[in-house]
Nanobody
């Protein structure tokens, strides 16, 4: 049983920063590629950022490039999403996802394991 758990959401003013954290159990953490997605009510879950198993490759959706950074510490079994210069349109429930394949995954269907989500609210 693989458990994925996120933390770090909250309320922040526009221009502020938050850091999300996520861990995955069940295997050595380095066995998982990881991704962050977000969802607002009435819309499909969308890709935000992803990182490969070693942490050597990352990928971002265009709207967060230059503002968000995904990283991982395999020794601490944790992946991070550092979010800077937050905008009201970043408001969503953010989900962490894990998968055992190699490379980078950018779509919901590529991930097998999901966390429960953490709310990020950016006020204007």
């Amino acid at each position: 049983q693989v458990q994925v758990v996120e933390s770090g959401g909250g309320l922040v003013q526009a221009g502020g920063s938050l850091r999300l954290s996520c861990g995955a159990s069940g295997r050595p953490f380095s066995a998982y590629r990881m991704g962050w997605f977000r969802q607002v009510p009435g819309k499909e879950r969308e890709f935000v950022a992803a990182i490969n198993r070693s942490g050597g490759s990352t990928y971002y959706t265009d709207s967060v490039k230059g503002r968000f950074t995904i990283s991982r510490d395999n020794a601490k079994n944790t992946v991070y999403l550092q979010m800077n210069n937050l905008k009201p349109e970043d408001t969503a429930v953010y989900y962490c996802a894990a998968d055992r394949n190699t490379g980078i995954g950018t779509s919901v269907k590529e991930y097998d394991y999901w966390g429960q989500g953490t709310q990020v609210t950016v006020s204007s």
